[in-house]
């Protein structure tokens, strides 16, 4: 039987490297993260010819081995390691056939590592619309490779990728130029002090700060003490290595590769005026923004009234099917209830993801960074830190990591501590349920209230947040110069396969991981809220019994389900937290939802829902949020306000209420001290806020 073989996929951001991974991988994909540190590892499987079975890596994009950043050392420390487990046989670079020049500096490094390396020269179709012709044997010739011309859009060359990967020990382990010829005698004498050792390794390992793989401790010191020069002299050799290599790129492209600037058609240029205009750019982009919460909202309903109406239809005949006793109530209030709560918000964050996966595919996102960074400067922030802001509404924790490429510890730092303020998918269930109970169904101008009052949400996290970074600028007194780069990548229809796969990976992520957390606090409440000490609880039906002679039926049997929960060991916690919260209009309920919600924002909603099924013996039909909107105060009024409503979102708006996102704080910044403040500081604002809005709305 064959052997499976490794295969990395390399290259510069935005060469269509992620396409590429989807079309030799399909389905058979999966994401985590390399081991000890917070950046993401993307594997799948690929079936090549011949039974041949091939483990992909995508590695993170990277410009050269030149590391600045840990997502590029990620790349450097695999390739120096023959003795990873995950060391490719073969490296296959993904260029893209406008930016070639470029895309091929890091292939002339990756092949002086003597690693069979294919080259891919990918979206092949825009050759023609570009003017751009291409040499193939020749380039093969020159660079030492074979190279696969690609367009995943098209669905072309991936076989004849598939076939050269399956052939990798026909490549040629050649180096495609001498780039020791900078200073011969320096390396002369490195290749002498070191003759088993590959020589461009040995350049790597003494020019950055890198895992070196199978040089021992020994060779480690000794090349230490072999740093004859100083750092500027490194430098300025780094700096030769790169120009002899674009030397040689120049050289071979110019043979290689005609562009008839007559025939290449730019639409992007005049894209580019009016999208990144210095008005109309934030006017389309907030057009855009609107659109996509009025989708959320009136995409998501029919499915969400479906999944909700489902799951309460589930959990009836569960109690009416299954014999009467605690695996029955188990399963019912705590299980479904729990399943429930976490499925009926599918609908909205799969619509949230897919216009996200639009915007990155279409290039549009790239746009929205460069146009923010003009407002960012303002404030005190790097350029840099738009994208951690504006991928934070998809999910802090990969947001907060993205900081790793703001070169300036303090702009880092502030950026991380800013972040969680701007709204991730994990508020949206609670925003969901809560504004379509306490706002409105009306429409403004054809907009609708409720995604109206979505987008404020939203406005206010992302305001917060820089307005944050503004007074931590201030407080921390930052000195330190970052400058802004950003490559505009090319206009693209977006590829219907990668939005799918993203949406389904984010989504899946979502229900696998929040979900986990979610069912088992559903659980755990479950137990908590049907179980409780002394008589006030174990005797409760003679109680109630005793204080409400003229009730019976389901109003009695509501009435005992009413106490036995307000006495039970989560009514009791409930309680004792009641007078801090009271001010901000929510009852003992949702101050054991505010708990339990720490764990993930989004079990707020699984937690009222599992209490709710637990304190009610009427309808057993009652969805979700029909449930939520009839929960009252003994005197009658209503739980859930106007006033309460708004007081709880903006309590969620700007409370930490994530236990992973501090967890991944406390690793970014190597100290509790940072997260500790940023809980702190988060709350405090979230219930002045929530406080003000109930005590001027009631």
């Known amino acids: 039987m064959p052997k499976q073989i490794n295969v990395a996929l390399i290259g510069n951001p935005n060469t269509g490297k992620t396409s590429v991974f989807n079309s030799l991988s399909g389905l058979n994909q999966k994401v985590g993260n390399y081991p000890g540190i917070t950046v993401d590892k993307k594997e799948g499987i690929c079936k090549l010819p011949r039974g041949v079975k091939a483990h992909i890596i995508d590695l993170p994009g990277t410009y050269s081995l030149n590391a600045s950043s840990l997502d590029e050392n990620v790349v450097i420390e695999l390739l120096l390691n023959r003795n990873d487990k995950d060391f490719p046989d073969v490296a296959v670079v993904v260029s893209d056939v406008e930016n070639l020049k470029r895309n091929l500096l890091l292939f002339t490094q990756i092949k002086d590592l003597e690693i069979p390396t294919i080259l891919v020269i990918n979206m092949s179709d825009r050759m023609a619309y570009k003017g751009i012709t291409l040499d193939i044997p020749f380039l093969e010739k ?59 390794k040995l350049w790597l390992v003494i020019t950055q700060d890198v895992n070196f793989g199978n040089v021992n401790r020994n060779e480690v010191q000794a090349i230490d003490s072999f740093k004859t020069k100083s750092n500027a002299d490194l430098k300025r050799l780094q700096q030769k290595e790169t120009i002899k290599r674009y030397q040689f790129i120049n050289n071979t492209l110019k043979k290689g590769q005609t562009i008839d600037l007559k025939t290449a058609k730019d ?271 174990n005797d409760a039906e003679n109680i109630i019994k005793t204080e409400n002679i003229a009730l019976s039926g389901d109003d009695l049997e509501d009435k005992i389900a009413a106490h036995k929960l307000e006495h039970s060991y989560i009514g009791i916690v409930g309680k004792a937290i009641e007078p801090v919260i009271k001010p901000l209009g929510y009852d003992w309920k949702i101050g054991i939802a505010l708990v339990t919600s720490f764990a993930a924002r989004e079990v707020f909603v699984g937690t009222l829902a599992t209490i709710y099924s637990v304190g009610s013996s009427g309808d057993d039909e009652e969805t979700i949020k029909s449930k939520m909107a009839a929960e009252v105060y003994s005197n009658g009024d209503k739980v859930f306000t106007l006033a309460s409503g708004i007081s709880l979102l903006l309590f969620y708006a700007f409370a930490m209420q994530c236990m992973s996102t501090l967890a991944i704080v406390k690793r970014e910044t190597n100290s509790w001290k940072w997260p500790m403040y940023q809980l702190v500081g988060m709350t405090l604002i979230a219930y002045v806020a929530a406080l003000i809005a109930f005590q001027v709305l009631k």
């Open 267 to 537: 639409l992007r240029i005049k894209l580019d005026r009016v999208l990144t205009h210095k008005v109309f750019g934030y006017v389309i982009f907030f057009v855009i923004l609107l659109t996509m919460f009025q989708a959320v909202y009136d995409w998501a309903t029919y499915p969400t009234d479906f999944i909700d109406e489902s799951f309460a239809s589930l959990a009836n005949w569960t109690k009416n099917t299954l014999p009467p006793g605690a695996f029955t109530n188990l399963l019912a209030e705590g299980i479904i209830a729990g399943i429930g709560g976490v499925m009926v918000f599918i609908p909205p964050i799969a619509i949230l993801f897919l216009f996200i996966a639009l915007l990155e595919e279409s290039g549009y996102m790239s746009r929205v960074v460069f146009l923010m960074d003009n407002i960012m400067k303002r404030f005190g922030l790097s350029g840099k830190s738009v994208v951690p802001l504006i991928s934070g509404n998809a999910c802090a924790i990969p947001a907060v990591m993205a900081a790793r490429n703001i070169e300036s510890w303090k702009e880092r730092l502030i950026t991380i501590l800013v972040t969680p303020f701007t709204t991730c998918s994990a508020r949206l269930p609670v925003y969901v349920i809560i504004i379509s109970l306490v706002i409105p169904k009306g429409s403004f101008l054809g907009l609708n209230y409720q995604a109206l009052t979505l987008m404020a949400l939203y406005i206010i996290g992302f305001m917060t947040a820089i307005i944050s970074a503004y007074i931590l600028n201030k407080v921390l007194k930052i000195k330190s110069k970052s400058y802004f780069v950003i490559e505009m990548p090319s206009y693209k229809v977006p590829l219907f396969k990668n939005v799918a796969l993203t949406v389904l990976e984010k989504t899946k992520t979502f229900v696998f991981e929040a979900g986990k957390i979610i069912l088992a606090i559903s659980i755990v409440l479950w137990f908590l809220a049907s179980y409780g000490p002394g008589e006030q609880f």
């Open 142 to 200: 020159e660079l030492q490779t074979k190279i696969a011309l690609v367009s995943t859009r098209k669905k072309l060359g991936i076989d004849e990728l598939k076939e050269l990967i399956t052939n990798y020990k026909e490549l040629s382990l050649k180096p495609s130029l001498a780039a020791s010829e900078i200073d011969k005698d320096y390396f002369d004498k490195l290749r002498k002090a070191f003759p088993n050792q590959l020589l461009y």
